[in-house]
């Protein structure tokens, strides 16, 4: 059954082809439309802009224009303003008020689902990088790096912080320059994450990937 009605939420352009690449690559369900904020009705691709969204998709859920819908947001670090349990709190309290009150786990520390108390289809909801630990997508990457580029990755982490100090990047984003080097030394340079699945770098039997596409199952 096609549904061309679906819809993943992420929160910039990064995301949405990193997405788009991980659908081409798994049958989860080829019709998803992966969008950002920006698609709807936002000025903005953030974090942010992702809840103040959601309300948009959830009414044309309400109408059946949209028939699944999940969300992909980076959890942050608690110490600047964000978290797992704040994020997943600021999320279930938008959901609720659209009738999105029981939450449930998909498998071991999977991605969430919200269910409807009136039989609408469970909005989704991962929290990057696995639904326990702070952090962002980038997070996500390096745990599933397969492991002939283990030490490649490693090696670039020591040339990190052997370089030029002070870093003009705050602490919280190096592990954004972590992954950017690394794949600087890939055999295409200067590609995004997105690349991490058309090279294959990443592991996507790893047990964090696998839940990833669980969830993603479970959701379209």
């Known amino acids: 059954m096609t549904r061309e009605n679906s819809?993943?939420?992420v929160?910039?352009?990064?995301?949405?082809?990193f997405f788009e690449h991980v659908f081409s690559r798994h049958s989860v369900e080829a019709s998803v439309k992966v969008s950002v904020p920006t698609?709807?009705?936002?000025?903005?691709?953030?974090?942010?802009?992702?809840?103040?969204?959601?309300?948009?998709?959830?009414?044309?859920?309400?109408?059946?224009?949209?028939?699944k819908l999940a969300v992909v947001v980076d959890s942050d670090l608690?110490?600047?303003?964000?978290?797992?349990?704040?994020?997943?709190?600021?999320?279930?309290?938008?959901?609720?008020?659209?009738?999105?009150?029981?939450?449930?786990?998909?498998?071991?520390?999977?991605?969430?689902?919200f269910h409807h108390k009136d039989?609408?289809?469970?909005?989704?909801?991962?929290?990057?990088?696995?639904?326990?630990?702070?952090?962002v997508i980038e997070h996500f990457v390096r745990t599933c790096i397969i492991?002939?580029?283990?030490e490649r990755f490693e090696r670039g982490v020591e040339l990190l912080d052997a370089s030029v100090q002070p870093f003009l990047f705050e602490q919280h984003r190096r592990i954004k320059a972590e992954i950017s080097g690394?794949?600087?030394?890939?055999k295409n340079p200067g590609q995004g994450i997105f690349s991490c699945i058309r090279e294959g770098l990443i592991d996507q039997e790893s047990d964090l990937f696998k839940k990833l596409r669980d969830w993603l199952s479970m959701v379209f």
């Open 182 to 186: 690394w794949l600087a030394w890939q």
């Open 11 to 17: 929160e910039g352009y990064a995301d949405k082809i």
């Open 119 to 135: 039989g609408l289809s469970p909005v989704g909801l991962w929290i990057m990088p696995d639904n326990e630990h702070d952090g």
């Open 7 to 9: 819809v993943l939420l």
């Open 39 to 67: 698609d709807w009705a936002d000025k903005y691709n953030t974090k942010g802009a992702v809840f103040n969204t959601l309300p948009i998709l959830i009414d044309q859920m309400s109408d059946g224009r949209l028939k």
């Open 78 to 113: 608690e110490e600047h303003g964000g978290g797992q349990l704040k994020t997943l709190a600021v999320f279930a309290d938008l959901v609720k008020k659209y009738g999105f009150e029981q939450r449930y786990r998909v498998g071991e520390k999977g991605g969430y689902l």
């Open 147 to 150: 492991d002939i580029q283990k």
